[in-house]
C-alpha cells in the first residue's frame, strides 16, 4: 500500500510538472513570430502621479501592451491560432489575444496622445518621451513624463448675450457645476458643464438648442500657471436670442404589422385631448396605448418628457421599434407637434424549457411549456399559462441514473399582467413617470410527491401592485395573497406494525413538518417588498443593494374569527377555522443586503448579509410547510447542496437511525423558520475572447445556517435551536471558486464549493477541512456507514445561470 501512495506521488509530481512545461510552452509567443519582430514584454510609464498613471495607461495603443502576467490569453491564442510554427493569417478563432508585437508607429501614437492627456489634465507644458529596449526578441518599452506646472483656474466669466438664458443657467449651476475658482483645470470638467448646459436648456423648453452653441476661451498664463475660462452660449445665427417652444397637435401612428409601413397613410381625422390616434393594425384600444404619452398639448417642451414616453411604450412589450420625431408649426407660433411611431412585434408567443438540475448526489429533470400573449384584452395586457413537471433523483447508490427517484413535481400556473394600477385613488398617485406599474393577478395549483412519505396540494391566488418610484426603488405590494393546502401522508401513521418503512408514530412525535404536511389549512394574508439599486446590478461600479420584504397572514381571518365568536386554542390543537379549515398567522421578514465595491475595469468584491426569520402566533403555534428556510445551494452556502444544511448541529444519522427514515426525509428534514447567510466573493476577468463571450472567474468564502426557534420544532430536536451563544459552533463556513461564461444577454455559471467546517459535528472534527487534507477516505467510509445512504462530500459542484448575487 506505502508503495502505492508513493507511486501516486511521483505520478501527480510529473503530471503538474508536464502541466508547466506545456503552458510555459503555450506562453512563449517569440518562436511564432518572424525573426524581425519583438514581442513587447513589459510597458511602463514613468515619473507620473499615481492619480493619473492608470488612466493614463489606456491610451496606449491595445496592439502593444502586454497582456496579464499569467498569459492565459495568449496562451490559449497560440493553442489554436498557430500552424507550421507561424501564426496563422486566416480561419483565426476567437479565442484569447494574440501577443503585443511591437510597433515602433504605436510606440509613437501612444506617446502623442498620453501627452494630450497630461495637457487636458492642467498641465499645459508637458512632454513624454518614449524608450524602446529589445533583447531576445522581446521589448520594453518605456514613457517618460515631464509634467511641468499644474495649470490652476484663476478666474470664470461668462458671455451669454441671451439674458434670459444667462439667468436660467446661473440659478441652476450650483446643482451640478464642476468648474470651480483655485481648481486643477481639467477638459474633462468643462464637458461636463458643457452636457449638464445642453440638458438644462433641453429640459426648459429649447427645442433648437445644441451643443455647438457652448463654448470655452482659455487664457494661460505660463509664469503664474493660472488659466483664465470664458464661458460661452452663443445665438442662433439668425435670431436675436433662443426660442422656447411648447407642445403641439401630437400624432401617435401604428404600424399595420412588423414588416413596418405602406407606402400611403391615412390618418385618423378625429383629434382627442391634442391628440391623433391612427391604429392601422386594429389590434390596439387607445387608452392603454396614449396613457403613457407624455408629450401633452400646451405644455412647454421638456426632452425629460420625451425620454419617458419612449421608454414606456417600449415597456408595453408589444413594440418592437418606437420612433419620436417633431414638425415645427406652420404658424411660427412657436410650437412642436410630435409625431410617435410604433412598429407592433409578435404577439403570441410559445416556448417549451429543459432543465436538468445537477448538485452532488441528485439529478434532476425539469420540462415546462409556456403559452404568452402579450395583448390579450388587445391593452398590452399580457396573458401566461405555463405547464410544468419535475422528477429528483438520488445516484451513486449503484442504481440507474434515474432509478431512485425520490419526488416528483407537477404545477399549472396562469398569471395576467395589466400595464397600470387597478386600484382606486392609489392608480392616481403613481403616474408611471418612474418606471412602468403593474397590476398582476395570477393563481396557480402546485402538486409535490415524496416518495413513500407525503403528498402535497397547494392552491395559490394573488393580487399585486408593481410599480417604481424611481429607476433604482422599486416596489411590489400584494394586498390579497390566498392559499389552499391540502394533502396527505403515504403511510398509516397511527399503525407502526402495518407500516412497510416502520415509521409509525414515531415519526409523528419527533417530525413537526408530516403534521404540517398532512394537514389542511388555508393562510390569507399580504407581502410587500422594497428593493433599492436592483438596476446596477450587472455594471462593475460601487454601491450597495437591498431587497427587504415581509409576508404577513392571519390577522384579517382572525379578527373576522372573533367577531363571528369563534374560538381560537392552537397551543392546545383547537385553532380557530374558517369555512372549517384552520387558517395561519405568522410573519416571515427577509432581508438581502449587499455591497459591491468596483475595484477597476472588470474586478468587483461583493459582500453579501441575508437574514430572514418566520415565526407564528395567535392561531398558529407552527408557520407553513412552504414558508421555511434551508441553507444551501447555488446562491447561498455553496459547499453544500440546497437543503443538506442544518438546522443548528442537526445530523442526520444521530436523528434518524434508520436508511429508510433518511431516504424518506432527504431534502425536508433539513429546514428552519430562522437563516443567516453571509458571503465575501471576488470577480475578475480571465478572458476577453472566449468562444463570442468572456470568460471570468471568482473566489468565494460562504457562512450560514438555517435554525428554528418555536418550542413546537425544537422541542425534539434541541440542537437545532438558534441560542446566539452557540453561533460560534452552529455557523458552516466553505470556501470555493468558479467560472462566470458571460455571452451578454446569459451568464453560465459553474462554482467549486470546499466544505471548511461543518456544523453537523462536534467540537474540533467540525474543521473536516482538516479530513480533507488528511485521512479523507477514512473519514467518508465512516460516514456512510453512519449516514447510509448519504455520503459525505468535501467538494460541491454547482452550475447556474445568472449571477450567486
Not at 409556456?370 to 395583448?375: D, F, L, M, S
Not at 427587504?548 to 392546545?572: E, R
Request: charged share 25%; proline share 4%.
Amino acid at each position: 500500500m506505502k508503495a502505492y501512495y508513493i507511486y501516486k506521488k511521483n505520478v501527480q509530481f510529473r503530471a503538474i510538472l508536464l502541466l508547466i512545461i506545456v503552458f510555459a510552452a503555450g506562453c512563449s509567443s517569440t518562436k511564432y513570430i518572424e525573426d524581425y519582430q519583438s514581442v513587447v514584454k513589459k510597458v511602463k510609464i514613468d515619473s507620473l502621479n499615481k492619480t493619473f498613471e492608470e488612466e493614463a495607461y489606456n491610451y496606449i495603443q491595445k496592439d502593444i501592451r502586454p497582456t496579464s502576467t499569467i498569459g492565459v490569453n495568449v496562451f490559449l491564442y497560440n493553442i489554436f491560432n498557430t500552424k507550421n510554427g507561424r501564426y496563422k493569417t486566416s480561419n483565426i478563432k476567437a479565442i484569447g489575444s494574440p501577443p503585443p508585437i511591437l510597433d515602433s508607429a504605436l510606440v509613437e501614437i501612444s506617446r502623442n496622445q498620453i501627452e494630450k492627456y497630461l495637457v487636458s489634465k492642467g498641465y499645459f507644458m508637458a512632454k513624454v518621451k518614449s524608450d524602446i529596449k529589445v533583447k531576445n526578441q522581446k521589448a520594453e518599452v518605456l514613457f517618460t513624463t515631464k509634467t511641468g506646472p499644474e495649470f490652476s483656474i484663476s478666474d470664470i466669466n461668462y458671455e451669454i448675450p441671451d439674458s434670459v438664458i444667462k439667468s436660467l443657467y446661473l440659478s441652476k449651476k450650483d446643482l451640478f457645476t464642476h468648474i470651480k475658482k483655485g481648481m486643477r483645470y481639467d477638459d474633462d470638467s468643462l464637458g461636463y458643464e458643457r452636457d449638464q448646459i445642453y440638458q438644462l436648456m433641453k429640459e426648459n423648453g429649447y427645442y433648437d438648442f445644441a451643443k455647438p452653441y457652448i463654448k470655452y476661451l482659455v487664457d494661460s498664463n505660463s509664469n503664474a500657471s493660472k488659466a483664465k475660462v470664458t464661458l460661452q452660449i452663443d445665438n442662433p445665427l439668425d435670431k436675436p436670442h433662443h426660442v422656447k417652444y411648447t407642445i403641439g397637435e401630437t400624432n401617435l401612428l401604428i404600424a399595420p404589422n412588423s414588416d413596418g409601413y405602406p407606402d400611403t397613410v391615412v390618418l385618423n381625422k378625429r383629434i382627442f385631448n391634442g391628440l391623433r390616434y391612427t391604429d392601422l393594425s386594429k389590434k390596439f384600444r387607445r387608452n392603454p396605448v396614449v396613457r403613457y404619452n407624455f408629450l401633452r398639448q400646451g405644455e412647454q417642451y421638456d426632452i425629460r418628457n420625451e425620454t419617458t414616453t419612449f421608454d414606456r411604450l417600449y415597456e408595453l412589450n408589444v413594440f418592437k421599434n418606437v420612433k419620436i420625431e417633431y414638425q415645427k408649426a406652420k404658424d411660427s407660433s412657436n410650437k412642436v407637434n410630435p409625431f410617435i411611431q410604433l412598429i407592433p412585434q409578435k404577439i403570441m408567443s410559445n416556448r417549451v424549457e429543459g432543465e436538468v438540475p445537477f448538485n452532488g448526489g441528485t439529478v434532476g429533470f425539469t420540462l415546462s411549456n409556456t403559452y404568452t400573449n402579450n395583448n390579450l384584452f388587445r391593452g398590452a395586457e399580457k396573458f401566461e399559462f405555463q405547464v410544468k413537471g419535475g422528477l429528483q433523483s438520488r445516484i451513486g447508490q449503484g442504481a440507474s441514473l434515474f432509478g431512485d427517484i425520490y419526488q416528483r413535481d407537477f404545477s399549472v400556473s396562469a398569471s395576467l399582467s395589466v400595464p397600470r394600477l387597478m386600484a382606486p385613488f392609489f392608480s392616481k398617485l403613481v403616474t408611471g413617470k418612474g418606471g412602468m406599474p403593474h397590476t398582476i393577478f395570477s393563481t396557480s395549483y402546485v402538486y409535490a410527491l415524496q416518495k413513500d412519505l407525503f403528498a402535497r396540494k397547494v392552491y395559490l391566488a394573488s393580487l399585486t401592485y408593481e410599480f417604481i418610484e424611481t429607476k433604482s426603488k422599486l416596489h411590489s405590494l400584494t394586498p390579497l395573497n390566498f392559499e389552499y393546502r391540502f394533502g396527505g401522508l403515504l403511510f398509516n401513521a397511527q399503525d407502526s406494525t402495518g407500516n412497510p418503512k416502520n415509521i409509525g408514530e414515531l415519526l409523528i412525535n419527533n417530525y413537526y413538518s408530516l403534521k404540517l404536511l398532512s394537514r389542511k389549512d388555508i393562510t390569507l394574508g399580504i407581502k410587500y417588498t422594497y428593493s433599492l439599486n436592483a438596476d446596477k446590478l450587472l455594471s462593475n461600479n460601487s454601491f450597495v443593494y437591498f431587497r427587504g420584504n415581509v409576508d404577513l397572514a392571519g390577522n384579517l381571518l382572525q379578527g373576522i374569527s372573533k367577531l363571528t365568536g369563534s374560538k381560537s386554542d392552537a397551543k392546545n390543537g383547537k385553532p380557530a377555522e374558517i369555512l372549517g379549515l384552520p387558517f395561519n398567522q405568522y410573519i416571515r421578514p427577509e432581508v438581502d443586503i449587499r455591497w459591491y465595491k468596483g475595484l477597476g475595469g472588470e474586478r468587483q468584491l461583493v459582500t453579501r448579509l441575508n437574514a430572514g426569520i418566520a415565526y407564528a402566533y395567535g392561531n398558529s403555534t407552527e408557520i407553513p410547510f412552504e414558508k421555511y428556510f434551508f441553507a444551501g445551494g447555488s446562491s447561498g452556502v455553496r459547499a453544500w447542496q440546497a437543503r443538506t444544511l442544518g438546522p443548528g448541529n442537526y445530523n442526520r444519522g444521530n436523528s434518524l437511525p434508520d436508511k429508510d427514515l433518511r431516504k424518506a426525509f432527504y431534502g425536508i428534514d433539513q429546514l428552519g423558520e430562522m437563516h443567516l447567510e453571509a458571503n465575501l466573493e471576488y470577480r475578475y476577468k480571465l478572458l476577453d475572447k472566449f468562444f463570442g463571450g468572456k470568460l471570468k472567474g471568482a473566489v468565494f468564502l460562504d457562512f450560514g445556517n438555517v435554525w428554528n426557534i418555536s418550542d413546537s420544532t425544537t422541542k425534539f430536536q434541541p440542537e437545532s435551536r438558534f441560542q446566539l451563544k452557540n453561533l460560534g459552533k452552529q455557523i458552516a463556513i466553505g470556501t470555493g471558486m468558479g467560472f462566470r461564461y458571460d455571452v451578454q444577454y446569459f451568464v453560465f455559471r459553474f462554482d467549486v464549493g470546499l466544505k471548511l467546517k461543518d456544523p453537523q459535528f462536534s467540537g474540533s472534527d467540525q474543521w473536516v477541512i482538516n479530513k480533507f487534507f488528511s485521512g479523507a477516505s477514512a473519514f467518508k467510509k465512516a460516514y456512510e456507514l453512519k449516514n447510509d445512504p448519504d455520503k459525505y462530500r468535501f467538494i460541491q459542484y454547482n452550475f447556474g445561470i445568472g449571477m450567486p448575487f
